[in-house]
RNA sequence: GUCCCCAUCGUCUAGAGGCCUAGGACAUCGCUCUUUCAAGGCGACGACACGGGUUCGAAUCCCGUUGGGGACGCCA
């Protein structure tokens, strides 16, 4: 009861972080801080074939700009460091000692050709699940020794008992029963001298003092192998909760063929990470039957294992981009608009230095589309008329430019009275535009669908009224000269 | 194949034996607001996988079937 609660996220660094390991991460994080306890995050980078600095970096990164920090860990460092497991090398090799010694270890010299052929026949048999068969179990251990010492090629396999049962005691899936008799004796070092990740994760988890291990349902299977590791070791087991993985929308595990999977993609997208971090947490756990939106805060003060689905969910980028859009409306204006800049000039729609003037004038621009995009990845496009002298028509825009036709004089009479207005504001322009349409007898949309169409190019755009004031006077004569010219109309 | 897990609208889910004529959200489709497009408002469509039990009563408990997923690596 009193006891700190110690959580970890452990990724290894074999790419950016996905979308499955944010979900993992997030809910260690939320567990943590609901508990007031501790986060860990821990490299698991024993496989050097895969693992990679950058990834490591990459991972660290897109944490970050989810907003999940880590009390123990790379760059914050903590009592149990270090935190990546190639660091970690002498704690593994203390315990593989141990284990020898108190004789849950032993030497294995089975070539690893023969284990794979030995597998592929009792696969094709169609065997029980295959296992190791025990040879080098029972070989004395002065001659295993002595062999290793010879430096003859060999692992270490942990015995596990062949009778009995080991029972797993999940916070999401209650009690879980594997029997001892379909358990390996699995390896916990390979013949490169590196820990395996069963072997790597129970002494890292034992020696970090880690209290709840939170992580994918997929490695329910292995937790009865880490439990009788646990208890070789002398180690108290901690309390474990398997949440339901995430899949593609083919019911099969997410991965890249089912599109952007990677947090970082969707960062770059323009998500913002409170949307991502609300929707992720609404993948496996659900507090209440009405509450979708959640914040931060609102997420860590609710936030429980009891709630936690037991089923796998399938990840709907459509209720993502939904969210999106309201957590980009629901943004104060100077949030939004610091966002929608650093946007503009990625995009080089903006560049620096920008004085005063145009970054006013980028604010109020960027804010005429804030309720009418989902992403910030949008705004160079949904904007696009703002920038640049000319503009060129899309199709659509084209045939609303063509209706202009139908009562030429009244452009022509608001391309004259627009070139002579004194104040180009929203007030003066709509006051002018009542007028026109007053004096024609004809209808709002008459005059500004064409409009419309020959200012931005588009049939749709931000009020025009706005986007006139915007634009300013003298591009928008030009372009509304240039627009009536292409359908015949002098002015 | 063996072991393990899971099973409510297309999707995410609420639901711990009577509150369920099964609730919410996304998506879809209408209508509405409107200078356009969004957004908003209102509404519609839409699910307890199947079969047996248990019980006065089952979406909820038990068993089986089917379906899906995971694990079975000197990957994590």
């Not at 009792?122 to 251990?141: F, H, I, S, W």
């Not at 994918?216 to 309390?239: F, K, M, W």
């Amino acid at each position: 009861m009193s006891e700190q609660v110690r959580v970890r996220f452990a990724p290894s660094p074999t790419g950016h972080l996905h979308i499955g390991g944010a979900r993992t991460a997030l809910f260690n994080y939320l567990y943590a801080r609901r508990q007031k306890g501790v986060l860990v995050l821990r490299l698991e980078d024993t496989d050097a074939e895969r693992s990679t600095e950058d990834s490591a970096r990459m991972i660290l990164d897109d944490m970050k700009w989810l907003g999940l920090d880590w009390d123990e860990g790379p760059k914050v460092g903590g009592p149990y460091g270090p935190y990546r497991q190639s660091e970690r090398l002498d704690l593994y090799r203390a315990q593989q000692e141990r284990l020898l010694e108190t004789g849950h270890a032993y030497y294995c010299f089975c070539p690893p050709e023969l284990l794979e052929s030995k597998r592929k026949q009792a696969m094709e048999r169609g065997d029980a699940q295959p296992k190791y068969d025990g040879t080098c179990r029972t070989l004395p251990m002065p001659e295993a020794r002595a062999r290793a010492a010879a430096r003859e090629p060999h692992t270490l396999r942990l015995k596990i008992p062949d009778s009995g049962s080991t029972v797993i005691h999940d916070r999401v899936r209650g009690t879980v029963v594997f029997e001892n008799k379909i358990m390996d004796d699995f390896i916990l070092v390979r013949t490169n001298g590196l820990p395996t990740y069963n072997f790597a994760v129970v002494a890292d988890d034992a020696a970090m003092k880690i209290t709840h291990i939170i992580r994918g349902d997929d490695h329910l299977s292995n937790t009865p192998r880490q439990i009788c590791l646990y208890q070789a070791l002398g180690e108290r087991l901690p309390v474990f909760a398997h949440i339901p993985m995430i899949m593609g929308p083919d019911r099969s595990r997410l991965s890249k063929r089912h599109g952007a999977t990677s947090v970082n993609a969707y960062a770059e997208d323009g998500y913002l990470p409170e949307a991502m971090i609300n929707y992720l947490a609404l993948l496996g756990w659900a507090f209440d039957d009405k509450t979708t939106l959640f914040t931060r805060q609102a997420l860590i003060d609710k936030f429980s294992l009891k709630k936690v689905s037991k089923n796998a969910a399938i990840f709907d980028p459509a209720k993502l981009l939904w969210m999106n859009g309201v957590y980009i409306r629901s943004l104060s204006p100077e949030e939004y608009v610091k966002r929608a800049l650093a946007e503009l000039l990625k995009a080089r729609l903006l560049s620096e230095p920008l004085d005063e003037p145009a970054r006013a004038w980028a604010e109020k621009a960027a804010l005429t589309v804030k309720e009418k995009i989902k992403r910030l990845a949008e705004l160079p496009q949904s904007m696009a008329f703002y920038f640049g002298e000319e503009v060129e028509c899309d199709e659509a825009a084209r045939a609303k430019l063509e209706q202009a036709k139908e009562h030429p004089e009244v452009f022509k009479t608001l391309h004259a009275k627009m070139t002579v207005l004194k104040s180009f504001s929203i007030q003066a322009l709509e006051a002018l535009m009542q007028e026109l349409i007053t004096a024609a007898d004809i209808k709002f949309g008459v005059l500004v669908h064409p409009l419309r169409a020959a200012i931005t190019g588009r049939v749709n755009s931000p009020g025009i009224f706005e986007v006139l004031e915007l634009l300013g006077q003298e591009r928008t004569i030009k372009r509304l000269a240039a627009g009536l010219k292409s359908v015949g109309i002098e002015v």
